[in-house]
């Protein structure tokens, strides 16, 4: 017999990822489909469309259900054992949302084995292009939101976040009030991760706490719909969403169709899918008191976090590991393309040269100070270069050492600081 093994799925916005591990987690089978490569009858660039507004921005959602098609095809003629998959599970790229057309539910389940799950689904849609997380289209929404609760604040200490336009309950509010009758016809509303699971599972998949606490409409303390929150976005959204769960929940066998198809076994388990980010705080095996920062593009910070006290910036979400704590989420637009400028105009384009200037520098940087943003960051909402003497005077320029100092301290004490204000204790 096979030696069992499990599956994880990543949706996320250029790629569909999947990856195999035994039972001692080594890595047996990975692959991937990119979607501008792999699915070019599709057109779009990074994964997406980019509207000419500048500010939506959605993605096809038959294109997610294809690549799935492509990679289980992919996996059939690598000669992998499906049937020695004991559980499946996975992420979605997060805030993304899925709209099911009324009578959906049963073509999922009953979708015959002859055909690539994109044939028996392509009318299943009232939206056939989601609304994704770089979607920055939803600004009267959002006000609408937080006046409806009582103010921003308010509305994080309900949520977790105050009002973001990448956040789904704003952009289904968009929906109702621009488009009425496509979300009339609407009968479930998934986010990208609940969607995935929906694929595996033949039946709707409910969304999970932590990726639900990325929407604006979960309360974060009792893990339920807020009535407020949802009665501001659209009416009728409660039976849209389903009861959510926690994330580690079992959500049942896989659909006869894939044991059909490819060979799975009856047995195999769903579990729930959740957020790219919640998954990344699980992946990473934090515990409380730990934190992890991504060094990216955008620089994103990441804790376990025991009594959280939501802010105006960064997020608050269930924990998908506890669900009796919470995980905290930072993150600063000015990472790593800041980093390299600073680099290029003083050292010579050069780490090295970077680091030994570093070096260089005493801790604390003899009182001088920096704060680093040539594009409008997010936390917090600022733009321009702007540093600080000693005697706190503002100064136009440092020495090439001091400001590379400057930067890195500035970068991270910033990233501390917003942290403690969102209940991170640091350990003397």
């Not at 409660?238 to 769960?245: A, Y």
């Not at 506890?322 to 600073?342: H, P, V, W």
């Not at 010579?348 to 704060?371: Q, R």
Request: hydrophobic share 40%; proline share 4%; with cysteine.
């Amino acid at each position: 017999m096979a030696a069992p093994c499990y599956l994880g799925w990543d949706f996320s916005t250029q790629q569909l990822k999947v990856i195999a591990i035994d039972e001692q987690l080594r890595v047996i089978y990975e692959d991937n489909v990119h979607f501008d490569k792999d699915l070019p009858e599709f057109k779009t660039q990074g994964g997406v469309y980019i509207h000419s507004d500048r500010l939506t921005v959605t993605s096809p959602v038959l294109m997610w259900v294809k690549a799935l098609d492509l990679i289980l095809e992919k996996m059939k003629s690598s000669g992998f054992n499906f049937s020695q998959v004991r559980a499946l599970s996975g992420a979605g790229q997060q805030h993304g949302s899925v709209y099911w057309k009324k009578g959906s539910i049963q073509i999922l389940k009953n979708a015959s084995s002859e055909l690539p799950l994109h044939q028996s689904l392509k009318a299943c849609f009232s939206i056939s292009n989601s609304p994704i997380w770089m979607d920055s289209s939803t600004a009267s929404q959002c006000s609408a939101l937080e006046k409806a609760v009582g103010g921003a604040q308010h509305l994080a200490s309900i949520t977790g976040s105050r009002a973001y336009e990448r956040f789904t309950g704003n952009q289904i509010a968009k929906i109702y009030s621009q488009n009425p009758e496509v979300y009339m016809q609407t009968e479930r509303i998934s986010l990208v991760s609940s969607f995935a699971a929906s694929l595996f599972l033949g039946a709707y998949a409910p969304i999970d706490y932590s990726d639900g606490s990325g929407m604006n409409l979960l309360q974060i303390w009792e893990k339920v719909w807020s009535v407020s929150c949802l009665d501001a976005c659209a009416s009728g959204l409660e039976e849209k969403l389903g009861c959510p769960v926690p994330s580690h929940s079992v959500l049942g066998p896989i659909s006869p169709y894939y044991s059909q198809r490819y060979g799975f076994s009856p047995d195999c388990k769903i579990v729930a899918f959740t957020g790219d980010n919640p998954a990344s705080l699980a992946g990473m095996r934090l515990q409380e008191g730990d934190i992890a920062i991504s060094l990216g593009t955008s620089d994103t910070l990441f804790l376990w976090i025991q009594e959280p006290t939501p802010a105006l910036e960064g997020h608050i979400l269930c924990n998908p590991v506890d669900s009796q704590t919470y995980m905290a989420l930072l993150c600063f637009k000015n990472g790593s393309l800041m980093r390299e400028r600073i680099r290029d105009d003083c050292a010579s384009g050069s780490w090295d040269e970077f680091s030994k200037a570093l070096s260089s520098t005493v801790a604390g940087n003899n009182g001088n100070l920096g704060f680093y943003f040539d594009v409008m960051e997010i936390t917090p909402e600022a733009v321009g270069i702007h540093r600080f003497n000693k005697d706190n005077q503002k100064v136009s320029d440092f020495p090439k050492e001091v400001e590379i100092r400057a930067l890195i301290e500035g970068q991270f004490m910033a990233k501390r600081i917003h942290a403690e204000k969102l209940g991170y204790k640091v350990s003397k």
